[in-house]
């Protein structure tokens, strides 16, 4: 299975400042069709999951402009360019290349 | 608008059955794969199971597989999640969520607002 790795588990920002998460894949992303599936998930106290960020980079409609995505082959990253208190929750990285599906572990966004 | 209605959630002893349900609308159901993804209490997220749009390829997680079954009616725009031999394990909230297209698995643009599922004594 292809092992999600997120850090930090835990990240309290202080409102305004910028945010990164990182995932980390055991095996490239980077399936036969040359696509890399590697997609974010925001989670607000309370709420299902939410997708942000599809194929690294491409963010949802209605997902604002703060939110980016980067990476490649095994590793990725989440950005936030500047907190706001919506954006407390946990945010999940997940992989679709290859079965079964995964989940990292979840990485808890918190205000400072 | 894309709606997900999960139900059929409750407490169940070990080793007892249940069925979730999965109501769709707003799309036009047999044209998307379907997929579940649990999340057990204060945890991280679990993909469970896929169907695609005909129902006709499934894909089950190693810890699921032979005891729940994945099944969808297109004409009652309903995913089921048949889930047999249950264990305290399995106690989770249960999601369905929505795929891009009728073969695409693991996007997931659409979830619903999730059904507890208790595994108890």
């Known amino acids: 299975d292809a092992v999600m790795t997120q850090s930090p588990l835990s990240l309290p920002v202080t409102l305004g400042q910028p945010a990164s998460i990182s995932c980390r894949s055991s095996?490239?992303?980077?399936?036969?069709?040359?696509?890399?599936?590697l997609t974010w998930f925001q989670q607000r106290p309370g709420q299902s999951p939410r997708r942000l960020i599809y194929?690294?980079?491409n963010r949802d409609s209605g997902v604002p402009d703060r939110f980016s995505g980067s990476g490649s082959g095994t590793d990725f990253t989440l950005k936030i360019s500047r907190v706001e208190a919506e954006d407390v929750g946990v945010y999940y990285c997940m992989q679709g290349t290859h079965w079964p599906l995964t989940f990292g572990q979840g990485t808890r966004l918190e205000i400072k | 608008e894309v709606q997900l209605l999960e139900s059929g959630g409750g407490l169940v002893q070990p080793g007892g059955s249940l069925r979730l349900s999965c109501a769709a609308s707003g799309f036009t159901f047999s044209n998307y794969a379907m997929g579940w993804v649990r999340q057990t209490p204060g945890k991280g997220l679990e993909w469970v199971s896929e169907i695609s749009g005909s129902g006709g390829n499934r894909f089950y997680a190693d810890s699921v597989k032979g005891r729940f079954t994945i099944s969808r009616d297109n004409s009652k725009n309903t995913l089921y999640l048949q889930m047999n031999s249950l264990r305290a394990e399995d106690t989770a909230v249960y999601y369905c969520?929505?795929?891009?297209?009728?073969?695409?698995?693991?996007?997931?643009?659409?979830w619903g607002q999730g059904t507890l599922v208790t595994v108890s004594s």
């Open positions: 969520a929505k795929e891009v297209a009728s073969e695409s698995y693991g996007h997931f643009p659409s």
């Open positions: 095996q490239s992303l980077v399936y036969s069709d040359g696509i890399t599936y």
């Open positions: 194929k690294v980079s």
